[in-house]
């Protein structure tokens, strides 16, 4: 189980905060392969992976239990 | 309060200026960023923010560290607000001592620069005729100013 | 209040920031110069500032109108406090509102340094064993330190 | 007659924050040599000379009723 959270555009987009997936291990580069297909229009190329709050490389392993979010590009200040 | 926060409320700037005041601080910095009404001739009617609240106060906490390791002897406090924002709040408030005044401006403006780049925190802009997340994204080229650019 | 001013009391920063914060403003910069206890191991009591207060009036204010022609949109407050000073007392405070950052950083900077070159106001540190008015002539070498350097 | 302020040092060393001199006209340099005679240690090579409170040079003339201050360097901020 992988749980991973959506912000922004993508909170909006998916229509959901966080959803859960079903998985015991994937990459990061598989996560967002993963989202582009149920979300027609994420935008994967744009976006960044948080793997228990710590920016990850597209091919980090995320593992059973871990957090994750979908990080678009930040606009803070 | 803590040193490297998000807060839903308004942010008060005394209380971060006496955070990092102490003895040996000859110099404080204290940037405001603001809720702007015109850009480029857009009206801003209001900003909506929002943040991955944990991961945003860690790595908040993270430019404090880098900081403090870049100008030795300064004490900082970073605060972002998030939620519905309106003409002249303050979004971000970024408060630097430091024995001398070279660096208490130097790092706060590092600071600003830093939290642009790596903090995860969203702006959404509200105009009268519409609305947008902002974004370095290529997908919003026409609209995709930054409060403080 | 005035924007240009010398007092003789606590200098309340939320009152220069909200003079300077306006609905164009997208960054505010305010720095303050504090009384610090240790410098370069030697302890300071307190410190007493004079001024000549209407020429220190006007020069701040010229400093006002070099720094608006220098920076179109921004605006500006500064203060300065005279008599005796205790420990992180603020003895200067410079508020800058501009539409972006880099003017808000770059102009308040640019105060502080011409502030310490024209503006006719004199320090006397007082330490554990001594006394000095303090300035930047030769006969005070071994001395001559500043509150901001 | 010309009123000149102390400031500072200066002021603990002539013992007064200001004085009048009855004079019509004399320079800046004039103004700076008769402080320098009349108060030993004055230091004259390092002061700057006020004319109603804007910087003067060395051969600028002080008039009747103007009001100047003695300049010493400044340690403001």
């Known amino acids: 189980m992988i749980k991973v959270h959506y912000f922004a555009r993508l909170r909006e987009l998916t229509g959901k905060s966080e959803e859960t997936i079903d998985k015991d291990s994937m990459t990061v580069q598989q996560l967002l392969d993963w989202a582009e297909e149920k979300y027609p229009g994420f935008g994967k190329d744009m976006i960044h992976v948080a793997i228990n709050e710590e920016y990850a490389l597209k091919e980090d392993t995320i593992q059973t239990g871990d957090v994750c979010a979908f990080i678009p590009p930040v606009s803070g200040g | 309060m803590k040193p490297f926060e998000i807060v839903e409320g308004p942010i008060d700037i005394q209380k971060y200026a006496d955070y990092v005041l102490h003895a040996s601080a000859g110099a404080v910095t204290i940037f405001t960023g603001n809720v702007r009404e015109w850009t480029h001739g857009v009206r801003t009617l209001y900003l909506s923010y929002e943040a991955y609240v944990p991961m945003a106060e860690k ?33 971000v408030l970024i408060a ?54």
């Open chain 2, 59 to 91: 790595k908040m906490a993270e430019i404090g560290a880098e900081m403090e390791e870049k100008w030795p002897g300064i004490k900082v406090a970073i605060v972002h607000r998030i939620g519905e924002l309106h003409i002249s709040d303050i979004a």
């Open chain 2, 96 to 149: 630097v001592s430091s024995p001398h005044r070279q660096a208490a401006y130097a790092a706060n403006e590092y600071a600003i620069e830093r939290i642009k780049e790596v903090v995860p925190i969203w702006k959404k802009e509200i105009w009268e005729d519409g609305e947008e997340w902002i974004g370095a994204q290529k997908k919003y080229p026409t609209k995709g100013r930054k409060l403080n650019d």
